[in-house]
């Protein structure tokens, strides 16, 4: 039924709704399994193998549990572990518990949809004076209740004073950003459906053409803007409602790396990353294109090499490019030492603090190339493409010895020496952290967060909820999705076009059969046929909508396609359960858009021409990076969209750095840049 509500997405437009399933405790999505579960009640994708399964039964065999109604208890609890959402029923982001959060009726609101009736406290009186051998209860984990510990006591009331004190340990209530277990496998609430918005109102505050938007990570009202040819701007965001249009000076870049980018109809800088501690230690990165040909010191190890399969004296006859003459660098910059805190630089030097990454580029398009810190793990994620060539002929992307068609996770704070550089065949300076998910595989390269991608182009974390990593992929000739990226998943490409099988044309690298992989599916997309009658598609990623300007859009992860006349967005029903239904949206300008729009012939959308990248600022206000100018999502209101919840509110603005010095200043491209982007196009090809 999963495949058969996936192939559906492809097929319904203005609306379609698709799954993917939580996580595991081990934070990676649920799997299928080829075998039954023989002891647990799960089916379809679960968090348990059969191996696992058998595990549990022993040690609950183990128990020598006499009471049935203790032991039916039990048992449920420890398969709990093998639930699609064990990892929130043991709410492991925060905490490490033995036994799941157990329904408390005491603390669940009426408004619930779980039943009131309190599994902990079922717990308590089928078990209470029933000895339990290894008891899950008798650990000393997170309890809130002053019991002195003897672990070798196997009654609940020897280890707990009270049903009370057993509860507020081991319980919790149910509601809407909580899950609780109540003795059977989690089921969401299905009626709690958010409707989409009406339709997306933008204003035009800027008339330059970036790729990349990042927050100031000082909190303030600043953003830095990229171009594909290698400026960063610093620039101050106005204030909704201002009339005022983005203070950037395009004659004062923040850092010019053009003449270290390499620029062409597929090449350029793709992303850049501030530290999260930037405004106390200035660190920056670039993730950008180079020809070793034209730059001294663009060499490095090529993605087409013995280690994957892949001779290069072979792949002349795949693509005309030269293998490896282009690579994808990541370099570190710093803004120390131009200003008197990193804060307040509003210029960087140029030059090189260190080289990160260094990968030479089999073919000559899907590079991918955004890179980000993650929230809380102060980590870098790397996005890369499969190296390009039509169909990835080398299967890149499946081969898990390369490093193309990959996201990776890296740590850049804990840099290795030289030796430890050769010594573990890294292809950079940076560590690997201990909780990727194959650092321990010698099967897998050690760097890899997720596989199965063919050209990532705009990932975001969800601000209110950072284990909602979304990445959009763009497709090859069908399909272009949008995942939910998850530790260790494999996104099917090339076995798999989206959720559509994929037969490629050449396979000089090999296959992989559909049987040996278990892949994640996309939880949204389109398909090329259905919004261009040339049947040509490229997805830009974008951001779920957390601003208060917007009510009805709150809580919509918003996304688009590169030619401009469509943006969706997809709500979440039921909430957390990964479960998404998408909208082919309305959108407008408004009249009194601080410049003005123009708007496509013989019609009222605004001229976007290409969307680019969408972007987030500090207050969580979306913007649409266009081709044509700078978009930000504003109230409904000033469009005519309805929105009953939409209220006049005042916002306390981010506090902003002083004497920032910017200027308002319409940005006039210079002709190679336009030519540039306009067969920027090509990247997505």
């Not at 009510?551 to 709500?571: K, R």
Request: glycine share 8%.
């Amino acid at each position: 039924m999963e495949r058969l509500c996936l192939f559906f997405c492809v097929l319904l437009l203005f609306s379609s709704s698709c799954s993917s399933l939580p996580l595991c405790t081990n934070l990676r999505q649920p799997t299928s399994q080829k075998a039954h579960l023989s002891f647990c009640p799960y089916n379809g994708k679960v968090c348990c193998t059969p191996t696992e399964d058998l595990q549990l039964r022993k040690r609950f065999m183990a128990m020598n549990i006499s009471d049935s109604s203790c032991a039916s208890a039990v048992k449920s609890i420890l398969c709990a572990t093998c639930d699609p959402f064990s990892a929130k029923l043991f709410n492991v982001n925060s905490e490490r518990r033995s036994v799941p959060i157990l329904c408390n009726s005491t603390a669940v609101p009426s408004s619930s949809s779980q039943t009131n009736d309190s599994f902990c406290s079922t717990v308590w009186d089928s078990c209470q004076d029933v000895s339990i051998s290894n008891s899950p209860f008798a650990p000393a984990l997170q309890s809130k209740a002053e019991v002195a510990r003897n672990t070798t006591l196997s009654k609940l009331t020897d280890l707990w004073q009270s049903k009370s004190d057993f509860c507020n340990a081991f319980g919790g209530a149910f509601d809407e950003n909580f899950v609780c277990f109540n003795g059977e496998p989690v089921s969401l609430n299905k009626t709690d459906a958010l409707p989409p918005p009406k339709g997306i109102c933008v204003e035009k505050i800027g008339n330059g053409s970036y790729i990349n938007m990042v927050a100031h990570p000082d909190g303030s009202n600043r953003a830095f803007f990229s171009n594909l040819a290698g400026k960063i701007w610093l620039a101050t965001i106005p204030e909704q409602d201002s009339g005022e249009a983005i203070g950037l000076d395009e004659s004062s870049p923040f850092v010019d790396l053009t003449d270290q980018v390499y620029l062409d109809t597929r090449f350029g800088m793709m992303g850049m990353a501030f530290h999260p501690s930037f405004a106390t230690n200035g660190r920056f990165f670039a993730s950008f294109n180079c020809d070793k040909e034209k730059s001294p010191g663009c060499g490095g190890r090529c993605a087409c090499n013995s280690d994957v399969g892949c001779d290069p004296s072979q792949l002349g006859s795949v693509d005309e490019v030269e293998v490896c003459k282009y690579h994808t660098i990541i370099a570190e910059y710093t803004a120390n030492g131009t200003a008197s805190n990193p804060s307040m630089a509003e210029n960087a030097r140029p030059g090189e603090v260190r080289r990160i990454f260094t990968l030479g580029l089999p073919f000559a398009a899907n590079h991918g190339g955004q890179i980000l810190f993650g929230p809380g793990d102060d980590y870098l994620y790397i996005m890369l493409g499969d190296g390009g060539s039509k169909g990835d002929p080398y299967n890149f992307a499946q081969n898990k010895k390369s490093l193309l068609g990959k996201i990776m996770r890296v740590d850049v704070d804990n840099l290795p020496s030289d030796d430890e550089i050769a010594k573990l065949g890294l292809w950079g300076n940076y560590s690997i952290p201990r909780d990727n998910p194959y650092s321990e595989d010698k099967e897998m390269e050690p760097e890899i967060w997720a596989y199965g991608l063919r050209n990532p182009w705009r990932c975001s974390f969800d601000s209110e909820r950072p284990s909602y990593f979304l990445c959009a992929d763009v497709g090859q000739d069908q399909y272009e999705e949008v995942d939910i990226i998850s530790k260790g998943g494999n996104y099917g490409w090339r076995v798999y076009e989206g959720p559509l099988a994929f037969k490629p044309q050449k396979t000089p690298g090999g296959n992989t059969s559909a049987d040996s992989i278990d892949p994640i599916f996309p939880v949204m997309g389109y398909s090329h046929s259905d919004i261009n009658k040339l049947g040509s598609a490229a997805i830009s990623g974008g951001y779920f909508y957390r601003s208060q300007i917007d009510p009805c859009t709150y809580g919509s992860y918003l996304y688009g396609d590169l030619y401009s006349s469509h943006i969706w967005a997809a709500t979440e029903t039921p909430k957390n359960s990964g479960n998404f239904t998408t909208t082919d949206t309305p959108f407008s300008c408004t009249p009194d858009s601080p410049i003005k729009c123009d708007l496509v012939p013989n019609s009222n959308l605004p001229a976007f021409q290409y969307i680019f990248s969408f972007g987030e600022d500090n207050r969580k206000d979306v913007y649409i990076l266009t081709q044509s100018g700078v978009y930000r999502v504003v109230r409904p209101s000033r469009c005519n969209y309805a929105c009953s919840k939409e209220v006049e509110t005042s916002r306390n603005p981010p506090t902003t750095a002083a004497s920032h010095g910017y200027i308002v200043h319409p940005h006039s491209v210079l002709m190679i840049f336009v030519s540039a982007f306009l067969l920027f196009v090509e990247l997505f090809l």
